[in-house]
Nanobody, 123 residues
Framework: QARLDESGGGLVQAGGSLRLSCLVS????????MGWFRQAPGKEREFVAG????????VYADAVKGRFTISRDNTWNTIDLQMTSLKPEDTAVYSC????????????????WGQGTQVTVSS
């Protein structure tokens, strides 16, 4: 059974950096897209970043473009999200999504989700 496990969240000051990792086990998502979403208290879950399995297509939400980078690590079978220049507005639970697809440049989420990892950015 497919399993997604996020790690790397924590508390960081504004302007700092964090790297989130999503460990994929149980199956591969070759031929599918994967992405990261986040949900802040009192807000709906929102798209953050998505990548094709090959990495030839990567899409970012406007709010994180230029600051976050999504990538795939073949050795450890992870989908990573490198976050830099973090802002308090980035505070949220970040969840990994698998089995997605791209449609006209937009990431459409798949049915596989991790449990989420908390990112807190202080001012």
């Amino acid at each position: 059974q497919a399993r997604l496990d996020e790690s790397g969240g924590g508390l960081v000051q504004a302007g700092g950096s964090l790297r989130l990792s999503c460990l994929v086990s149980g199956r591969t998502f070759n031929g599918y897209a994967m992405g990261w979403f986040r949900q802040a208290p009192g807000k709906e879950r929102e798209f953050v970043a998505g990548t094709s399995w090959s990495g030839d297509m990567r899409v970012y939400a406007d709010a994180v473009k230029g600051r976050f980078t999504i990538s795939r690590d073949n050795t450890w079978n992870t989908i990573d999200l490198q976050m830099t220049s973090l802002k308090p507005e980035d505070t949220a639970v970040y969840s990994c999504n698998g089995g997605g697809q791209f449609y006209l440049g937009t990431y459409k989420s798949g049915t596989y989700w991790g449990q989420g990892t908390q990112v807190t950015v202080s001012s």
